[in-house]
Structures are given as structure tokens and as C-alpha cells.
């Protein structure tokens, strides 16, 4: 079953805002990834952060973790048409065992 | 990163068939895969765990009867779709762990007509 939650379920921004997706879990985590899937194609894997870090970057993409509220952000800065696409996060548990999905973010950038 | 294909990239099949699914980790061993189904605009649904020479670990709800899964290498699994009906097309992805990180394969686009 899936764990995660996302907020907000789809969102629509003109090219060059920032884009902010948030992903809340249930269970205590080993790591939490973020990942990007195109219409029908495979997953690309964005950025891991694990459970004693609070922020990573990655080029446009900052991900912050706050393990207390058991919730973590994806910032996309300076968005681009080519950003658009459904943004999913993934929790993998404390035995780094299992990979659970939330129900992802579908954001679209406007030209 | 490490690498999994999966195989094939779509296929089409008559109601009543069966249908093989393979998951290959090409460059590292892996122990355990997941296999994972995802319906349009949805996220992905874990079906379960496939364990190397072992049986697989069905998560609720999923028939382990028709979906069979074999894990008879450490490079290798496969999930066979048995008398596939069209309420089973879908897009089917495996995973494999390596370290800490989980690396998908492509997917699976099914079909049943």
C-alpha cells in the first residue's frame, strides 16, 4: 500500500516560476527519493536524501526532509517547459527494504 | 548508476494468455527486486517482492496465483501475467536495490485486448 501523500495533486506554472511539490509519509524512513516520470514513460531518478539530512541540491532542484513531521519538498527553480511532467516521491523504509510511492504531483509548465 | 532493463517495452496480447515480463539488473547482483504496477495517472502500486531462491512476497490484494513471479538468479526476475484479462492492462515496472538506492527498469506497457 502506499504511505506517501502529495500536495498538490496537479499544478500549473508559466516558465521560469518555481515549482514546489510536497510529499507527506507515515512510517520512519531510511531515505526518501524524488522522482520525474514523463507520460507513460519510465521513472528518472531525481535526488536522494536520507533520513539524518535536512537539504540537498541537485542544479534546479532543492529537497528539504523534516523527519518530525515525517514530510519532505521539492523545489524546482526556474522552471522550463521540459520540467513538465508527474513528480513522485518514494520512501524506503527503516530495513531499506521496501520502496513505497506517493500518489505524485503532475506538473505542466507553460511556454 | 547501476542499471536494469526491463523486457519487453510493450506488449499486446489476447485475453486468456499469458504474458512473461523480465528484469534484468545488468550490473550488479541483486538479491531482491519489486515489482511495481501503475495504472494511468496514478502512482505505482507495490505487487511485491521478489526474493532470489525464494518465493515471492505478495502485498494485499494481489493474486499471487495470477501474477507469478520467479527469481531464479541474482540478475534476474520475471512476472508472468497468467490468463490476462483487459483489467490487467497496465504499465508494469521492477525495481532492483542496490546499496541504499532503488534503480527502476523502464517498464512494461501491457495490453490485453
Known amino acids: 500500500s502506499q504511505q506517501g501523500e502529495e500536495d498538490p495533486q496537479a499544478l500549473s506554472i508559466q516558465e521560469g516560476e518555481n515549482a514546489t511539490m510536497n510529499c507527506s509519509y507515515k512510517?520512519?524512513?531510511?531515505?526518501l527519493q524524488w522522482y520525474r516520470q514523463n507520460s507513460g514513460r519510465g521513472l528518472v531518478h531525481l535526488i536522494l536524501i536520507r533520513s539524518n539530512e535536512r537539504e540537498k541540491h541537485s542544479g534546479r532542484l532543492r529537497v528539504t526532509l523534516d523527519t518530525s513531521k515525517k514530510s519532505s519538498s521539492l523545489l524546482i527553480t526556474a522552471s522550463r517547459a521540459a520540467d513538465t511532467a508527474s513528480y513522485f516521491c518514494?520512501?524506503?523504509?527503516?530495513?531499506?527494504?521496501?520502496?513505497?510511492f506517493g500518489a505524485g504531483t503532475r506538473l505542466f509548465v507553460k511556454a | 548508476g547501476a542499471v536494469v532493463s526491463q523486457h519487453p517495452s510493450w506488449v499486446i496480447c489476447k485475453s486468456g494468455t499469458s504474458v512473461k515480463i523480465e528484469c534484468r539488473s545488468l550490473d550488479f547482483q541483486a538479491t531482491t527486486m519489486f515489482w511495481y504496477r501503475q495504472f494511468p495517472k496514478q502512482s505505482l502500486m507495490l505487487m511485491a517482492t521478489s526474493n532470489e531462491g525464494s518465493k515471492a512476497t505478495y502485498e494485499q490484494g494481489v493474486e499471487k496465483d495470477k501474477f507469478l513471479i520467479n527469481h531464479a538468479s541474482l540478475t534476474l526476475s520475471t512476472l508472468t501475467v497468467t490468463s490476462a484479462h483487459p483489467e490487467d492492462s497496465s504499465f508494469y515496472i521492477c525495481?532492483?536495490?542496490?546499496?541504499?538506492?532503488?534503480?527502476f527498469g523502464q517498464g512494461t506497457r501491457l495490453t490485453v485486448v
Open positions: 512510517t520512519s524512513i531510511n531515505n
Open positions: 518514494a520512501t524506503s523504509n527503516t530495513g531499506g527494504f521496501k520502496t513505497i
Open positions: 525495481s532492483a536495490k542496490a546499496r541504499t538506492e532503488a534503480f
